[in-house]
């Protein structure tokens, strides 16, 4: 089957969706995302259950089909939340109903040991060209239309808002949980996609969807291990050709002996060795996050910063310590952080305080007022020294104010990535970050997670062909 974008559409950004399994029993699978689609989707749903005619969920009379045969209008994808061996029966009528696309929830399949039954929905996916994300999975959210199977009650796993991330996801509860992560932290992941046991759709059709996406500039993946023979091969080829577009970034769980036996019970993928796969992300040309956190922090950059024409780095700060570790983390990573001319030294010494450094990082110091701040940068980002900025913060500081945040903003007019490192926990430093992180200017709680995003961002320009000679 083609690997289209189109032959995807309607499993992710579907029209009309049927829910076969879907309840009214509060706290059930088949009511949380009943409920998920009453509350969000901006199509039209159909509900399947035999057991009711027609039921009042939240105010609303809704209509309950015996069989999907029954729904009267076309259905682009249906949602399976019934037990395992009914499964291929549902899947079969939906086939045989034109239904292009099947999102299975329902577990207890190559998982469990239980893999002829997971063959056989293969085979009827493949009989009616039904594409079949699962079983064993928590589906599809999509922020754009509302689309969502994700099982977890919406207060226990927030749904983040839309913005220019995509994640694609072996394991269903690690997906739950960044898309909790990301929902407290407003990040804009935009569509989440746990394909769980991988029986058709899996991260090769997946890239190459996001791939056309225009609405997404970033692409994580969160990675177990790969299931058939030439997997490996296919998601290379389709990686080398996605980053020529936007940006991949892969965080490879199971990397030792105990937790590639937890992979193969949890999704029967095979993990493999690690050294392969990260072998594999580097001949792709995929970023690799050595946590979920930093997968984030590094997307976060990715999505919002130009990329660098080279690796140096200046360093502003308003704390010594902060500078240093700075410093310490850019150079461990391979960047550069050069000094600073001593003909712009020069010019710097008249318009900063007496005692402040001028070296690289350059130190403010906690007298610093939001002015020191603007000199520096336009001093030194329009110039060819650095090609990058990372920015310390330290609000505490009694002379800066949110005017800073505008001053870093109109930075932007350099071309020039900038990240901004805002330590500490009061209402200042809070709507200091809201103000850059709305004018996407990735803000980091510490120095070392600046950095990383400063790194990825270097990989990526020298993956593009943008780094200078």
Same mark, same amino acid.
């Given at each position: 089957?083609?690997?289209?974008? =189109?032959?995807?559409?309607?499993?992710?950004?579907?029209?009309?969706?049927?829910?076969?399994?879907?309840?009214?029993?509060?706290?059930?699978?088949?009511?949380?995302?009943?409920?998920?689609?009453?509350?969000?989707?901006?199509?039209?749903?159909?509900?399947?259950?035999?057991?009711?005619? +027609?039921? =009042?969920?939240?105010?609303?009379?809704?209509?309950?089909?015996?069989?999907?045969?029954? #729904?009267?209008?076309?259905?682009?994808?249906?949602?399976?939340?019934?037990?395992?061996?009914?499964?291929?029966?549902?899947?079969?009528?939906?086939?045989?109903?034109?239904?292009?696309?099947?999102?299975?929830?329902?577990?207890?399949?190559?998982?469990?040991?239980?893999? +002829?039954? +997971?063959?056989?929905?293969?085979?009827?996916?493949?009989?009616?060209?039904?594409?079949?994300?699962?079983?064993?999975?928590?589906?599809?959210?999509?922020?754009?239309?509302?689309?969502?199977?994700?099982?977890?009650?919406? =207060?226990?796993?927030?749904?983040?808002?839309?913005?220019?991330?995509?994640?694609?996801?072996?394991?269903?509860?690690?997906?739950?949980?960044?898309?909790?992560?990301?929902?407290?932290?407003?990040?804009?992941?935009?569509?989440?996609?746990?394909?769980?046991?991988?029986?058709?759709?899996?991260? &090769?059709?997946?890239?190459?969807?996001?791939?056309?996406?225009?609405?997404?500039?970033?692409?994580?993946?969160?990675?177990?291990? /790969?299931?058939?023979?030439?997997?490996?091969?296919?998601?290379?080829?389709?990686?080398? +050709?996605?980053?020529?577009?936007?940006? #991949?970034?892969?965080?490879?769980?199971?990397?030792?002996?105990?937790?590639?036996?937890?992979?193969?019970?949890?999704?029967?993928?095979?993990?493999?060795?690690?050294?392969?796969?990260?072998?594999?992300?580097?001949?792709?040309?995929?970023?690799?996050?050595?946590?979920?956190?930093?997968?984030?922090?590094?997307?976060?950059?990715?999505?919002?910063?130009?990329?660098?024409?080279?690796?140096?780095?200046?360093?502003?700060?308003?704390?010594?310590?902060?500078?240093?570790?700075?410093?310490?983390?850019?150079?461990?990573?391979?960047?550069?952080?050069?000094?600073?001319?001593?003909? #712009?030294?020069?010019?710097?010494?008249?318009?900063?305080?007496?005692?402040?450094?001028?070296?690289?990082?350059?130190?403010?110091?906690?007298?610093?007022?939001?002015?020191? *701040?603007?000199?520096?940068?336009?001093?030194?980002?329009?110039?060819?020294? /650095?090609?990058?900025?990372?920015?310390?913060?330290?609000?505490?500081?009694?002379?800066?104010?949110?005017?800073?945040?505008?001053?870093?903003?109109?930075?932007?007019?350099?071309?020039?990535? #900038?990240?901004?490192?805002? /330590?500490?926990?009061?209402?200042?430093?809070?709507?200091?970050?809201?103000?850059? =992180?709305?004018?996407?200017?990735?803000? *980091?709680?510490?120095?070392?997670?600046?950095?990383?995003?400063?790194?990825?961002? *270097?990989?990526?320009?020298?993956?593009?062909?943008? &780094?200078?000679?």
């Amino acid at each position: 089957m083609s690997s289209s974008q =189109e032959d995807l559409a309607p499993l992710i950004s579907p029209s009309s969706v049927a829910l076969v399994g879907a309840s009214p029993k509060q706290a059930s699978v088949g009511y949380v995302i009943l409920e998920n689609l009453i509350d969000r989707f901006r199509g039209t749903a159909y509900f399947v259950n035999p057991k009711y005619d +027609e039921v =009042e969920i939240k105010g609303r009379q809704l209509k309950f089909y015996k069989s999907i045969s029954e #729904i009267p209008e076309p259905v682009d994808v249906v949602v399976i939340a019934v037990p395992a061996q009914v499964v291929p029966q549902v899947l079969e009528e939906a086939g045989k109903k034109g239904v292009k696309a099947a999102v299975i929830i329902s577990s207890g399949f190559a998982e469990a040991g239980n893999k +002829e039954l +997971e063959d056989e929905l293969r085979a009827l996916g493949r009989m009616h060209g039904v594409r079949v994300l699962g079983p064993n999975c928590l589906g599809v959210y999509n922020a754009f239309n509302g689309f969502d199977t994700v099982f977890l009650p919406a =207060e226990r796993a927030g749904r983040p808002p839309a913005g220019p991330l995509a994640l694609i996801s072996q394991s269903g509860a690690v997906a739950a949980s960044i898309m909790d992560w990301a929902a407290r932290r407003n990040i804009g992941l935009s569509i989440m996609v746990n394909y769980g046991n991988k029986a058709d759709v899996g991260d &090769v059709e997946l890239l190459r969807y996001f791939e056309r996406d225009e609405r997404i500039k970033v692409i994580t993946v969160y990675v177990e291990g /790969f299931k058939y023979p030439g997997e490996a091969r296919r998601f290379l080829d389709a990686a080398r +050709e996605v980053v020529k577009k936007k940006p #991949i970034i892969a965080y490879k769980a199971g990397r030792g002996a105990a937790a590639q036996r937890a992979v193969r019970s949890h999704t029967a993928a095979l993990a493999g060795s690690y050294e392969m796969y990260r072998g594999l992300f580097r001949q792709a040309g995929i970023i690799e996050a050595a946590n979920l956190r930093d997968m984030f922090d590094m997307a976060k950059a990715l999505a919002t910063q130009p990329l660098p024409r080279g690796g140096r780095v200046l360093v502003l700060t308003d704390s010594g310590g902060m500078g240093i570790q700075a410093v310490d983390e850019l150079e461990a990573l391979g960047l550069e952080v050069p000094e600073l001319p001593e003909s #712009i030294r020069r010019d710097l010494r008249g318009e900063l305080l007496p005692f402040s450094a001028l070296g690289n990082p350059v130190d403010v110091t906690g007298s610093a007022t939001d002015q020191h *701040y603007k000199v520096v940068l336009e001093a030194l980002l329009p110039t060819a020294f /650095f090609d990058m900025a990372l920015v310390i913060t330290l609000m505490q500081v009694p002379g800066l104010t949110q005017n800073l945040a505008e001053y870093l903003i109109d930075a932007r007019r350099f071309r020039k990535p #900038i990240v901004v490192v805002n /330590f500490g926990g009061s209402e200042m430093v809070q709507s200091f970050t809201k103000s850059l =992180e709305d004018a996407e200017i990735p803000t *980091y709680p510490t120095p070392d997670r600046a950095a990383r995003a400063l790194w990825a961002l *270097y990989q990526y320009a020298k993956i593009r062909g943008v &780094v200078r000679p």
